[in-house]
C-alpha cells in the first residue's frame, strides 16, 4: 500500500463516463501492527458532489492492507450507506461502490477511480 500521511484527502470519482458524481472524504490514517499482518485505519469525514448521490454529508470508517485493497464504509446523516472497495492507489480505476437509501434499498452501484491528495497546511 502507497504510505499515507497522517491526515489525508482522496476523491473517489465515480464512473467519469457515466456523470460527474464524486465523493470527498478528509480523514486520519492510523497504523495498525497489532493483527499478524499490518493494517492502516481510516477515519473521517465524506461528502458526495454532483446529480445522483445517495447522501450529501457523512462519516467513513475503513481499512486498507498491505496490498492496497481497502474497504470503506460511509454512513450519510439522512440514513444512506456506501460501501466502497478497491485499490488505495493513485490512479487506481474501476474499483466498485454500492449504495443504500435509509431504507436499505439500493440507491446507487458503478464503479469509481481513486485520487489522493495531501490536505493543505494549517497555518500556511
Request: net charge positive.
Given at each position: 500500500m502507497?504510505?499515507?500521511p497522517?491526515?489525508?484527502?482522496l476523491?473517489?470519482?465515480?464512473?467519469?463516463?457515466r456523470?460527474a458524481m464524486?465523493?470527498?472524504?478528509?480523514?486520519r490514517?492510523?497504523?495498525?501492527?497489532?493483527t499478524?499482518v499490518?493494517?492502516?485505519?481510516?477515519?473521517?469525514?465524506?461528502?458526495?458532489?454532483?446529480?445522483?448521490?445517495?447522501?450529501?454529508r457523512?462519516?467513513?470508517?475503513g481499512?486498507?492492507?498491505?496490498?492496497?485493497?481497502?474497504?470503506?464504509r460511509?454512513?450519510f446523516s439522512?440514513?444512506?450507506?456506501?460501501?466502497?472497495s478497491?485499490?488505495?492507489a493513485?490512479g487506481?480505476?474501476?474499483?466498485?461502490?454500492r449504495?443504500?437509501?435509509?431504507?436499505?434499498?439500493?440507491?446507487?452501484?458503478?464503479t469509481f477511480?481513486?485520487?489522493?491528495?495531501?490536505?493543505?497546511r494549517?497555518?500556511?
Open positions: 502507497q504510505r499515507l497522517g491526515r489525508v484527502v476523491l473517489f470519482i465515480a464512473d467519469p463516463d456523470d464524486h465523493w470527498v472524504l478528509h480523514g490514517v492510523s497504523q495498525r501492527y497489532a499478524p499490518p493494517r492502516v485505519g481510516l477515519h473521517g469525514r465524506i461528502r458526495c458532489i454532483g446529480q445522483g448521490c445517495a447522501g450529501r457523512g462519516r467513513f470508517a481499512q486498507g492492507g498491505p496490498d492496497a485493497a481497502f474497504v470503506v460511509a454512513g439522512n440514513g444512506a450507506r456506501c460501501d466502497f478497491g485499490l488505495l493513485q487506481s480505476t474501476s474499483n466498485p461502490y449504495c443504500t437509501d435509509a431504507r436499505g434499498q439500493p440507491a446507487g452501484e458503478g477511480d481513486v485520487r489522493i491528495a495531501s490536505p493543505p494549517r497555518g500556511g
